[in-house]
């Protein structure tokens, strides 16, 4: 049985708000391979902030499903278990941008009887 879990946020999205951080961040895309493959905050200097992060290193060890990750033009889709060394070949392009961020998980779930 698979089960689907959507978020969206209608905020500023990756970029801006790794940016207060990170000025020379200047794509979508390369805020998003920050966002997953760094342990930043864009909410300096509190330290919090870094919720992707650790989500990778979760759907690491999911079994079976599916991930997409969308903020501005910058898309993320993998299958899983994602492969944290592939990060940036997850990321592309999106068909249309969006503002702030929407996330769409699937996961294969075994329930017993």
Same mark, same amino acid.
Request: glycine share 8%; charged share 25%.
């Given at each position: 049985? +698979? ?5 969206? /946020?209608?905020?500023? @999205? ?10 020379? &961040?200047?794509? /979508?895309?390369? !805020?998003?391979?920050? !966002? &997953?493959? *760094?342990?930043? $905050? @864009?909410? =300096?200097?509190? #330290?919090?902030?870094?919720?992707? #992060?650790? =989500?990778? /290193? +979760? ?5 079976? @499903? $599916? ?9 993320? %889709?993998?299958? &899983?278990?994602? /492969?944290? %060394?592939?990060? *940036? =070949?997850?990321? @592309?392009? =999106? ?19």
């Amino acid at each position: 049985m +698979a089960r689907a879990f959507y978020k969206v /946020d209608r905020g500023r @999205g990756i970029l801006t708000s790794l940016k207060a951080v990170r000025p020379g &961040l200047h794509t /979508d895309s390369e !805020a998003l391979r920050v !966002a &997953l493959t *760094e342990r930043v $905050s @864009g909410r =300096a200097p509190e #330290k919090r902030g870094n919720g992707l #992060k650790f =989500a990778v /290193d +979760a759907l690491h060890s999911s079994a079976a @499903g $599916s991930f997409l990750l969308q903020s501005g033009t910058a898309r993320m %889709s993998a299958e &899983l278990p994602l /492969d944290p %060394s592939r990060i *940036e =070949a997850y990321i @592309g392009v =999106a068909e249309m941008p969006l503002r702030g961020v929407y996330s769409e998980l699937h996961i294969q779930m075994k329930y017993a009887n």
